[in-house]
Each structure stands twice: as structure tokens, then as C-alpha cells.
């Protein structure tokens, strides 16, 4: 119990915010294996043996995904969880309609105030409810006086911006433990059907799972546009869905405008290049097709595009040089170290190799796809919407109290508004001076 | 002749001006003096709003992509929001010798980069990105203005007999407009982070990549959530409540503006050019 307690105390809140803001400190500063090559990793190791030792052994390498810096985001969480229960019984308390207090009990609020009175209490009273609505108090009478509340709703605000910091936090765990993600390149005219082998790269979360696609996707088109000086203005592919055999969606993908389906998304990245799409034909064998993807380069004008390949079922490496500008295909086939075939390719040539047949169907463009499977976003974004709410209201809408009742000749108010009772007590000051300028 | 910079040079003259104008009426106590540099500040605003427009129409795009742009628009939607506060909160143009210099120097700071126009590129076409560039510039402003009163609420205990300060709403009072503009700020700078991530999210697949500067956003955010918490549970108000408003502000300062220097980032893809 005594662990309980401890681990509620909001003190330990802010020690907790501390550490965080710490550890984010040492791993923006620390070099992070995650943000870094294979390369440069090697070079720091090689210059600075005994500094990588030691933040190596400690995790300071790779803060994120530290045993202690994920304990303390625990520690953290279970803070927060542990008060938001208190937080929400005291708010639905707060919430549901205020007891009527004493005269004895109003002396001892934080703000209070005493006004002679002289005349008919009930007249009294019709005026001061009037005075009250024009605040926009929600008023109750009783047989000892007036109660009046404001803005109610107010009272779970801090309760809802712990909770939505919770579920970003929940949001958060669901990405890592069933988040997918991967590159793929596509050309135009090619079908991708979510299989492994068809990725570039993987990433797996921690249960490395992925459901099924179940459908395919095919790269219609690419365009790209760029401005006047040649900075991009626009990487645009045209995908189209086929789920169950049917096409059934067509959608222009471009970056901040992704394709998403049946849980998966599909990005447009700002990288593209050319590719040559090839067909075998041995004999009279269905032709075996397949792109061949040349390299990526910033920009296309000036420069030869370089790239070889064996050539299935042959045993033959061809060597293939593109110039984009000139869209001049130059093709040398060796068998070993010998060249049998070297020359410019059009599109629709055909080369003969013994028992094949290689055919040049086209050039055209290929360009890199990201795709995730992410099930933590929508609760991520669902903590985020409850995160903006309750932050403006926490700002422009807190709960107000009011308690009016009559002892002898006088009246007394007195007013809460929890934590914000400083803020709150120009409009207490100002709702006095209202009702004495009534009773004079 | 490129009017957009002549005008950008002339709002910044005039801030100058009035920043030297309105550091001299606190030195010297000169109530007229503050006025005149409010009036030079609004006049600069002017021009220096037209500068921005003239920007506007001829990269086709809003002013958010080079540090140029950035402390551009920033000094811009800062300076409006100081003087459109002061109209309200009278007393608060005696934080004009804090607010101005500030703004100036962030008008320096931007020319001091390139001001040639950069086309917006694809990844940067986003509403998302939008929200996030204007909700950035309202908690900085916010920030700004709990900064110059944090300042400005020290002076006065520290010299309570001053007549120059005595104008100024009671200690009390300012603790309370301290914690209001620190409480819109923080709400405003978590629009702003969720603005980036979502837009992050629709542009590369992902909300959260612990880039440096966001980084540093969340450790501001995590700053300003921990000072909330500090006053609403802790009961640090007054002094307390002032120091640490002009340390987490330092903090804003560094993460916004500085970071993207220091670290490798994807926002420095743009911003230190």
C-alpha cells in the first residue's frame, strides 16, 4: 500500500516530468544508434572506444528503448492512472449539485464578504438571482439561502488531460507492439500484393505481426512536376486498388495525401526514378517479365543511369547505361568476360540468346511507396482531440462557486473555485459590489 | 528595386527606433516616450506587414519556410499581438522596453539568413502544416508576453517605491495575467505539436520520430506542463512563479529557434537555409 501511495504522490509527478525531460536532453545530445549509419556508428567507435563503452553498457546509446527510460515512462503512466481515479471521484463530487453551507461554513471560504442588508429578504433575493444569471450562474435555492455554480463541466477538465495523455500513452504501446512498416518500389504498370518479398525494407513491432493484405495494389502512372528552378513541386502516383479480383478504387497519391485501406496506408515518398521493363521468351514458354530499377538520383538532366542484372535462366549479366535526357538505352550482355551483345536499345527491340529471346517492352518510372499498418494511430489521434479540448478548456472555462445566505441583518457570500481561486476573485469582488450597489 | 526587403529594412529601423525610444522612457521614466514608441511600433507593423504580403504574393506561399520567413512572421504576429494587448491591459506597454528590443533583434536574426525565396516543396503542401505554423506562432507570442510581464512583475517588487511602476496592476493581478498567457501559451503549444504529428503522420507515415526538434517541443511542453502543476498543486505563485516563466521561456527560445542550428533535423532542412 505504502508502494501505492508513493507511486500517486503528485510530487513524484513532477519528479517524474523531470527525469523525462532529462533523458530527452541526454538522447538529443548523446550520438543515438537509431539516428545514425552503420558508418559513422564505426567511426565514432574506432575515436572514441571508451565513451561508447560506457554509454553502450548504461543504454545512453539508445535512449528511447532503455529498460530505465521505458521504466520511468511506466512509473510515469501509473502515476497519472492512480491520481486520475481520485481525480474523477472528486470531480463527479464536485460535479453533481452543491451542498448548502452554513453561515459559520461561508466565514471560512477562502473568498467571503459580508453586506448589511435591510428590507424584504425575498425581494432581496429575486434581485440578487437576476444579478447572478446576468454572470451566467446556474442557481438553486434553499431554505438557508443561495447556492449559484458556473461553468460545471470545468470540473473534469484536469481528469480529461490526464486521461488523454494516458491514451496517447496507450496509443503509443499499440504502435509499438503491432506496428508495421515498409518501403517498396514500384514501377508504372506493376502490382504489389503485400508479400514479404516484395518489400525493400521491414520494420516489425515488438509482436512482430501483420495481417494479411488481402488485396493489391497497382502503379497506374507517376508524375512529377517541378518549379522554375528545378526545386520538385509534386510527386503524384496513380494507384488503383484490386481487392478480390474487382477494381475497386482509384486514388492520386501524393506526399500528405496517402492511400489508406483496410488498415494499411500507403505514402507517396519523394523519391523516383526510371526503370526498364524486360520480357524472356523461351521458346514457346509464357514470356517471363520483369522491371529493372535504375538508380535514384536527385535530378535526371546530365547524368547516365547505370545498372546490371543476370539474366534469368541464361547465366548472361547485362549491363545496362541510360541517359534519361537523350532516353538512349545502351545494353552490353557478357557471358563471363566476354561480350556477346553490345548496343542501343529501343523500346520493342528484341535481343536473341541461344534458346531466349529478350525484349525490351518499355521505359518508364518507378517510385518508392512507404507503407505502415499502425492500429495506435486512431487512438493516438482520439487522445489528441481530447488533449486540445480539455487544454483550452482548462484555460478559458474553470468552475466557479457561490454560496449566499442570511445571518441576522446581513448577508454573507462567500465563493470557491478549487485551485483557481485567485483568478477567480475579481469576478467575486465584482459580484459584491453588484449586490451592495443593490441593497443601497 | 526589390520593395519587399526595403520595407523589411524600414519596419526594422522603426523597431529599432522604438525599442531605444521605449528602453530610454523606462530608464528615464518618461510615460511620453513609451507612447511614441508604441506609435513607431504600430507604424513598423504596418510596413513590415506589407513587406510580407509583397513575400507572399511572389513565392506564392505563406511566410513559414527559411529562418528568414520564420522570424519574419514570427516578430510580425508577436509585435501585433503585444499592441493589440496593450490596448486592453493598459498597463502593459510598460513591458514595451522588453517586447520591442525582442522584436527587433529576432527582425536582425532573420535577415542574417538567406532571403532568397525557397518554392514550397511537396511534403510542406499540408492545412496540418498551416495549423501548425500559426498555433506555433500564437504560444510563442503567448510566451513572449508571460516572459515580459514575468520581468516586468520582478522589477516591481524589487522596487516597489518606483513611480514609474506604480501604474503597473498589483502584484497579485500579474501573477494571475502570468499564469493566464504561460496557460494559453502551453494550450497553444499542444496544438501546435499535435498539428506537426498529424501532419508528419500524412506526409511520412509517422506522428512521432524523435526528431530533435520535436524533441525539444515536448520538452517545453513537458517544461510549461510541469510549472502548471508547480502552481496548481505546489502553490508556487509570485516570485517562483516569475523565475521559472523566464527560465522556461529561455527554454522555448533555445528549442525553437536555436536547436535546428545545433542538431541535424528535418526541420533545419528548411529553416537554416
Sequence with gaps: ?440 | MNWEIILYWTATTFYGIAGAIAISGFVFKKERLINIALGLSAAGLVIHGISIIIRWKSVGHGPYINMYEVMSSDAWVAMAFYLLLQIKYRFLKRAAFIVIPIVFLSMGFGIMSTTEPIPLPPSLRSYWLILHIVFAKLCSASFLVAFGLAGLYLLKLSRPEAEFLSRLPTPERMDILIYRFNALGFAFLSIMIIAGSIWANNAWGRYWAFDPVETWSLITWLAYGMYLHLRLNRNWLGKRSAYLTIAIFVLSVLSFFFIPYFLKTVHSEYLVR
Design chain 1, 1 to 440: 500500500m505504502k508502494i501505492i501511495d508513493t507511486l500517486r504522490s503528485r510530487r513524484y509527478a513532477v519528479t517524474f516530468i523531470i527525469l523525462i525531460i532529462a533523458s530527452f536532453v541526454l538522447a538529443t545530445v548523446i550520438p543515438q544508434r537509431t539516428r545514425m549509419s552503420e558508418a559513422e556508428w564505426f567511426r565514432l567507435r574506432s575515436n572514441y572506444p571508451e565513451f561508447i563503452e560506457i554509454i553502450s553498457f548504461t543504454g545512453l546509446d539508445h535512449v528511447y528503448t532503455s529498460w530505465w527510460f521505458l521504466a520511468i515512462v511506466v512509473l510515469f503512466s501509473i502515476n497519472i492512472s492512480l491520481n486520475l481515479s481520485d481525480r474523477i471521484r472528486a470531480s463527479w463530487r464536485q460535479f453533481q449539485d452543491i451542498r448548502p453551507l452554513s453561515p459559520s461554513e461561508i466565514k471560512t471560504l477562502p473568498l467571503n464578504a459580508v453586506i448589511s442588508l435591510s428590507g424584504d429578504k425575498d425581494q432581496f433575493f429575486k434581485e440578487a438571482e437576476k444579478i447572478l444569471k446576468d454572470f451566467r450562474y446556474r442557481l438553486k435555492r434553499h431554505n438557508q439561502g443561495l447556492t449559484a455554480q458556473k461553468a460545471r463541466i470545468g470540473y473534469f477538465w484536469i481528469p480529461l488531460f490526464h486521461g488523454s495523455i494516458l491514451i496517447v500513452l496507450c496509443g503509443v504501446l499499440i504502435s509499438g507492439l503491432f506496428r508495421f512498416s515498409g518501403t517498396v518500389e514500384l514501377s508504372e504498370g506493376q502490382e504489389f500484393h503485400g508479400r514479404e518479398e516484395e518489400f525493400i525494407n521491414r520494420w516489425y513491432g515488438l509482436l512482430k505481426y501483420r495481417p494479411e493484405m488481402g488485396f493489391s495494389i497497382r502503379l497506374n502512372r507517376f508524375n512529377v512536376e517541378y518549379w522554375d528552378r528545378g526545386h520538385p513541386k509534386l510527386y503524384q502516383g496513380f494507384i488503383e486498388v484490386r481487392d478480390r479480383g474487382g477494381d475497386v478504387l482509384t486514388k492520386a497519391v501524393e506526399m500528405n495525401e496517402p492511400l489508406k485501406y483496410r488498415g494499411y496506408s500507403f505514402y507517396q515518398t519523394r523519391y523516383w526514378g526510371y526503370s526498364a521493363l524486360f520480357g524472356l521468351l523461351r521458346n514457346n514458354a509464357q514470356e517471363l517479365t520483369g522491371y529493372v530499377n535504375l538508380p535514384y538520383k536527385e535530378r535526371y538532366d546530365n547524368v547516365i543511369l547505370k545498372q546490371d542484372f543476370l539474366i534469368p535462366e541464361t547465366g548472361l549479366r547485362a549491363f545496362l547505361d541510360y541517359e534519361p535526357a537523350s532516353k538512349i538505352l545502351r545494353m552490353e550482355i557478357k557471358d563471363g568476360l566476354k561480350t556477346i551483345v553490345n548496343g542501343i536499345l529501343k523500346e520493342g527491340d528484341y535481343i536473341k540468346l541461344n534458346d531466349h529471346t529478350l525484349r525490351l517492352h518499355r521505359i518508364v518510372k518507378w517510385t518508392g511507396l512507404y507503407i505502415s499498418y499502425d492500429p495506435g494511430v486512431i487512438v493516438v489521434y482520439t487522445g489528441f482531440a481530447l488533449m486540445v479540448l480539455s487544454s483550452l478548456g482548462m484555460v478559458f472555462l474553470y468552475p466557479k462557486r457561490l454560496w449566499l445566505s442570511f445571518e441576522d441583518n446581513t448577508l454573507l457570500i462567500g465563493g470557491d473555485a478549487g485551485r483557481r481561486r485567485v483568478e477567480f476573485r475579481e469576478e467575486f469582488i465584482k459580484i459584491v459590489e453588484a449586490l451592495k450597489r443593490m441593497t443601497l
